[in-house]
């Protein structure tokens, strides 16, 4: 019974639309509206600039961390680490699947990848600054939000199976899983990339 309660209040927590509320209130739009249309931390940067695109990237972020950390609330997981790892990857993709499917903001949202980060984090924090010093390297070095985030996917998979050698199969599966679902949801990006047309991020503020 708490399992479900935790599961449904996991999406609800990922369904918080940082982007299109930050859009909304700060900058008169609907960031769906705009760009790619999607409602995440890229479009974000892509559209308002590097102030507004990290404010998103980092709360949703904070979105996958904390539905992760609503396993603790169950007290016999504390003593079970496998349980606790398998729950706390199933609250982290309703997170997931909240953010992409919000529904407080009729069901369109991102693509989930700042909150993807921020589940690796609650569950694995050095697996995740590994990924967001990828993400961030890649970020300023080509300004491309869209390389970066299938870089760090890509690197995901060879951290757990090379690196740390995760003995968890389903934190396995789930990471080679990830990285083969964020390059398939990015492939207009990549499209966009190979023939120049992808679109670079100011760092430093709104316009270059």
Same mark, same amino acid.
Request: glycine share 8%; charged share 10%.
């Given at each position: 019974?708490?399992?479900?309660?935790? #599961?449904? &209040? =996991? @999406? !609800? /927590?990922?369904?918080?639309?940082?982007?299109?509320?930050?859009?909304?209130? %700060?900058?008169? $739009?609907?960031?769906?509206?705009?760009?790619?249309?999607?409602?995440?931390?890229?479009?974000?940067?892509?559209?308002?600039?590097?102030?507004?695109?990290?404010?998103?990237?980092?709360?949703?972020?904070?979105?996958?961390?904390?539905? #992760?950390? &609503? =396993? @603790? !609330? /169950?007290?016999?997981?504390?003593?079970?680490?496998?349980?606790?790892?398998? %729950?706390?990857? $199933?609250?982290?993709?309703?997170?997931?699947?909240?953010?992409?499917?919000?529904?407080?903001?009729?069901?369109?949202?991102?693509?989930?990848?700042?909150?993807?980060?921020?589940?690796?984090?609650?569950?694995?924090?050095?697996?995740? #600054?590994? &990924?967001?010093?990828?993400?961030?390297?890649?970020?300023?070095?080509?300004?491309?939000?869209?390389?970066?985030?299938?870089?760090?996917?890509?690197?995901?998979?060879?951290?757990?199976?090379?690196?740390?050698?995760?003995?968890?199969?389903?934190?396995?599966?789930?990471?080679?899983?990830?990285?083969?679902?964020?390059?398939?949801?990015?492939?207009?990006?990549?499209?966009?990339?190979?023939?120049?047309?992808?679109?670079?991020?100011?760092?430093?503020?709104?316009?270059?």
């Amino acid at each position: 019974m708490y399992e479900i309660i935790l #599961v449904i &209040l =996991a @999406y !609800l /927590i990922g369904s918080i639309p940082t982007a299109v509320w930050v859009s909304k209130y %700060f900058f008169d $739009i609907d960031i769906r509206n705009y760009g790619s249309g999607n409602a995440g931390a890229t479009n974000t940067f892509r559209v308002l600039g590097s102030k507004a695109g990290s404010f998103v990237f980092v709360v949703d972020m904070m979105k996958g961390f904390l539905a #992760v950390d &609503l =396993a @603790y !609330l /169950i007290p016999r997981y504390q003593m079970d680490n496998i349980a606790l790892t398998n %729950f706390q990857v $199933i609250l982290g993709i309703l997170a997931v699947v909240g953010h992409i499917f919000p529904i407080w903001a009729n069901f369109k949202g991102g693509k989930g990848i700042a909150t993807l980060f921020g589940m690796i984090l609650a569950i694995q924090p050095l697996v995740a #600054v590994c &990924l967001i010093g990828v993400f961030v390297s890649m970020l300023f070095l080509t300004r491309y939000v869209s390389l970066s985030s299938i870089t760090a996917s890509i690197v995901f998979p060879i951290l757990i199976f090379f690196i740390f050698r995760e003995p968890e199969i389903m934190y396995r599966i789930f990471a080679l899983a990830t990285a083969i679902l964020v390059v398939l949801t990015h492939h207009k990006n990549i499209n966009r990339l190979l023939s120049g047309n992808e679109s670079k991020v100011p760092l430093f503020g709104k316009k270059d």
